[in-house]
């Protein structure tokens, strides 16, 4: 009985005391009681300013603009638009690719110059986002982002398709320009303007697109077929200076000379097709060499069988210090009934002195070389002597 009573004046002697403070598990939320005694309560909960964290993913991207070399890393603008609130706001990116070089990440310091570091978030953390940063915003607001990284395995090939109107000898055809993406990386391209770059450094716009899976390629037109001129002839390559046992068939290639379009890409790979047989016939592919004129560039492609040419090693003597001498006789043979030019280069390395053929024949750094023309079905002979030192 005596604890009883002891804990009802204990009791007592509170309530007479009037209001008592009594602190909550929080330490910023204090609660307390009225001072007139009324049964009301209430609760103050000051809040820090700013927020904990900011998550930024690509509902907040405005913009994303690649750029795409023919050889090297992909380069990515990331532009986003941030709600920041006054005080201290934790921003962190999960969406950033995972496969970006850490050194080439950047980020604009003009519109946000607050956020002066980020920090990549371990892999083992699969839940969390790859980069983290702080800032502390004096005013708050919507603030404009710019991110710029490098990616590997996304990568843009520049390459030329020519239809040729009509026969192989036709003067005119048509150049299409095609941009092909590849997506070599683990991840998918998210949806953006694409850009290429050739090997001069010139920016092909490529335009939007919806996205491109792993392990896959994107064909795009780069812009509308061009109607260039077309000059056709024919071409065989051989070695002067190298003797052989037999007579030898040389390989006689197609060529063209093509003009009438911007900027020739030296280098670039091209396609060539023709309509001749009712429908589009491919002749073989080969690359543009770039020539003096502007506007101008030469193409080699595929195997012709309008002109045969028998090479014949006629003589060859060693002449002691004088040197080696070698001759060849060139047996061709046109096997249409149409006109053909064929070029002759023959290839000569090392020291050498024309012997015979001087007039029939131009000397050029990598050797000689002669142009025929050829009438339908028409024959003819032609040779050379060289002396090699």
């Known amino acids: 009985m005596r604890h009883w ?84 706001n934790q921003v962190a990116f999960q969406d950033l ?7 080439s990440l950047d980020w604009s310091t003009d519109t946000l110059p607050e956020l002066t570091r980020l920090r990549r978030v371990q892999p083992a ?23 710029s990284y490098a990616t590997p395995g ?27 993406v590849h997506n070599d990386r683990r991840e998918p391209v998210p949806a953006a303007d694409l850009t290429a770059v050739n ?12 996205g491109l899976e792993p392990g896959s390629a994107l064909q795009h037109l780069a812009d509308e077929p061009m109607a260039v001129e077309v000059t056709p002839t024919l071409i065989a390559r051989a070695q002067g200076d190298q003797p ?60 012709s069988s309008a002109v045969r040419i028998e090479r014949l090693q006629a003589d060859y003597r060693n002449r002691g210090a004088e040197g080696t001498e070698i001759a060849w006789r060139l047996g061709l043979s046109n096997t249409t009934d149409r006109p053909q030019t064929v070029h002759l280069d023959e290839r000569i390395d090392g020291a050498w002195a024309i012997v015979e053929g001087e ?10 070389q002669r142009t025929i023309e050829l009438d339908g079905g028409e024959q003819r002979e ?4 060289v002396r090699l030192r």
């Open 5 to 88: 009573l002891t804990g009802v004046g204990l009791a007592g002697a509170l309530m007479s005391a009037g209001p008592v403070l009594a602190q909550s598990d929080d330490p910023d939320r204090t609660r307390s009681a009225p001072a007139d005694g009324s049964a009301e309560e209430f609760e103050s909960a000051p809040l820090q300013a700013g927020s904990d964290r900011l998550l930024s993913t690509a509902e907040d991207r405005t913009g994303l603009t690649i750029q795409l070399p023919a050889d090297g890393a992909a380069m990515w603008m990331d532009q986003r638009d941030l709600a920041l609130l006054s005080g201290r």
């Open 97 to 103: 690719p995972a496969d970006l070089h850490p050194d």
């Open 125 to 147: 953390q699969a839940d969390a986002p790859h980069w983290r940063g702080e800032v502390f915003i004096e005013e708050g607001g919507s603030r404009r982002l710019r991110l």
């Open 154 to 180: 996304l990568s843009a090939a520049i390459h030329y398709r020519l239809r040729l109107d009509g026969a192989t000898e036709a003067e005119a055809g048509e150049l299409t320009r095609i941009v092909t």
């Open 199 to 210: 090997a001069r450094g010139e920016a092909v716009a490529l335009g939007p697109i919806d």
């Open 244 to 303: 052989i046992a037999a007579p030898d068939v040389a390989t006689v290639a197609r060529h063209w000379t093509i003009a009438g379009f911007d900027a020739p890409v030296d280098g670039a790979s091209v396609r060539v097709f023709t309509n001749e047989q009712g429908g589009q016939t491919p002749l073989g592919r080969g690359r543009f060499q770039a020539t003096a004129a502007d506007g101008e560039a030469t193409l080699t492609a595929g195997v």
């Open 359 to 368: 007039d029939d024949w131009q000397r050029v750094p990598t050797g000689l």
């Open 382 to 385: 032609v040779g050379y002597r």
